[in-house]
């Protein structure tokens, strides 16, 4: 029998590369799956989502295989697929889906209602999503191929650009998605919180879709530099300037017509002090704050329903201190919830390959073996301003 391996989750703030079974094409349930196919994955990346659960501040169980943003080859097909063949380079949306319910018709892949007995949404290798195995792994099975997959045009031209198209799978739609739903167009100014992977990938669609002033805060120095060096400009929410002071310093005005929340349920508070503790609503207050009225705010940052780890009981059930009222007050809109990523695959990928966007560049991509999985989550969690990905086959090393 072939071989596999995966990243598991162990405990809190261990990871560890085991062997496990080589995927089949049966569903969790046990339930044989002829639209699914196996992948030879060729590249798998760590996300700040899989940290949260590395972090002990979710309900992931032990022995849970991580990773959600795969990219990979097809080696086997079941039956009833039709539009794929072997050897054939696709990008798997982390949404597993499965393309005939209510909500994957309209578009919302994210809250497919099939794939996950919980509840709506289902995705690879993350907690409380269906039972999927994930895809930080040399092998994965994906359901419903012929829907999901996103196959690429041309092999030596994907494998030529694979550094960026491995970010298909979920940063760069995810933040497109906070830049689209924050009503991001030409001309607008863009306030980004947060300068990790997802943070920058907003700033840079924000950018693609025309925005004149695009600032990206951050109480990390690190990513803030990177983020300098990649053309944004900064907020250094580690100092006690307000941030709307800031934001008055670059633009004139202390407030953005569009906002964009990529840091989530795990934030701090702004200032010397704040920003060593852990403050669950400080981002979505304060983008109330710095946005205009009628303005709109996109909200990719994860929020939990359930956080053990959570500084009081009640953001241990995700019930936060937010300023609704004062969002009421200037007639702002919210959109929150796990990003449809066939929305938006395609037209980025278009982007990608002729050279539109250069995302690997912007979030700092870094290419790792599966092997040096652990040492990755170490240094994404420390808070360097990299994107590891996840080179389990060595493919990626021989194309670059």
């Known amino acids: 029998m072939s071989t596999n391996r995966g990243v598991a989750y162990v405990k809190q703030g261990v990871v560890e590369v085991q062997g496990i079974e080589f995927p089949e094409l049966v569903d969790p349930r046990g339930r044989t799956i002829n639209h699914g196919v196996i992948l030879k994955v060729v590249s798998t990346n760590i996300c700040g989502s899989d940290q949260h659960m590395v972090r002990g501040r979710t309900t992931a169980p032990a022995g849970l295989i991580l990773g959600h943003e795969i990219t990979g080859e097809v080696i086997e097909l079941g039956r009833d697929v039709e539009t794929l063949r072997k050897g054939d380079l696709v990008s798997v949306p982390f949404n597993v889906a499965c393309g005939?319910?209510?909500?994957?018709?309209?578009?919302?892949?994210?809250?497919?209602?099939?794939?996950?007995?919980?509840r709506a949404g289902g995705a690879y290798g993350y907690v409380d999503k269906g039972g999927w195995v994930g895809g930080q792994a040399e092998y994965v099975l994906v359901p419903?191929?012929?829907?999901?997959?996103?196959?690429?045009?041309?092999?030596?031209?994907?494998?030529?650009k694979i550094r960026d198209l491995t970010c298909l799978s979920d940063i760069l739609p995810t933040g497109y998605h906070g830049a689209v739903t924050a009503g991001v167009g030409p001309g607008s100014t863009v306030y980004v919180a947060g300068a990790g992977p997802v943070g920058l990938a907003a700033a840079a669609?924000?950018?693609?879709?025309?925005?004149?002033a695009v600032i990206v805060g951050d109480v990390n120095p690190a990513r803030l530099a990177h983020a300098r060096s990649v053309g944004f400009l900064t907020a250094d929410l580690s100092q006690d300037a307000a941030l709307a002071d800031q934001i008055e310093q670059i633009l004139g005005v202390p407030e953005v017509d569009c906002a964009i929340d990529a840091v989530g349920f795990e934030a701090r508070g702004h200032g010397h002090e704040g920003s060593q503790h852990e403050a669950p609503a400080t981002v979505l207050n304060s983008l109330m704050e710095v946005t205009r009225a009628s303005g709109k705010i996109g909200i990719p940052g994860l929020y939990v329903t359930d956080d053990p780890g959570a500084v009081d009981e009640s953001a241990k059930r995700g019930a936060l201190s937010v300023r609704l009222g004062l969002g009421w007050a200037k007639s702002h809109s919210f959109f929150t919830g796990q990003t449809p990523v066939m929305k938006y695959n395609r037209a980025l990928m278009q982007a990608i390959l002729w050279d539109r966007i250069k995302i690997a560049h912007i979030v700092g991509v870094e290419v790792i073996s599966l092997d040096d999985a652990p040492r990755g989550y170490a240094?994404?969690?420390?808070?360097?301003?990299?994107?590891?990905?996840?080179?389990?086959h060595g493919m990626l090393a021989k194309a670059t």
């Not at 319910?101 to 794939?115: F, I, N």
């Not at 191929?145 to 030529?160: G, H, I, S, Y």
């Not at 669609?205 to 025309?210: C, F, N, T």
């Open 205 to 212: 669609s924000a950018q693609l879709l025309g925005a004149a």
């Open 144 to 160: 419903y191929a012929d829907f999901n997959l996103l196959k690429f045009p041309d092999r030596e031209q994907a494998l030529a």
């Open 379 to 392: 240094q994404f969690d420390s808070g360097v301003a990299k994107k590891f990905v996840i080179d389990p």
């Open 100 to 118: 005939r319910c209510r909500t994957c018709k309209e578009q919302h892949t994210g809250v497919c209602l099939t794939v996950n007995p919980a």
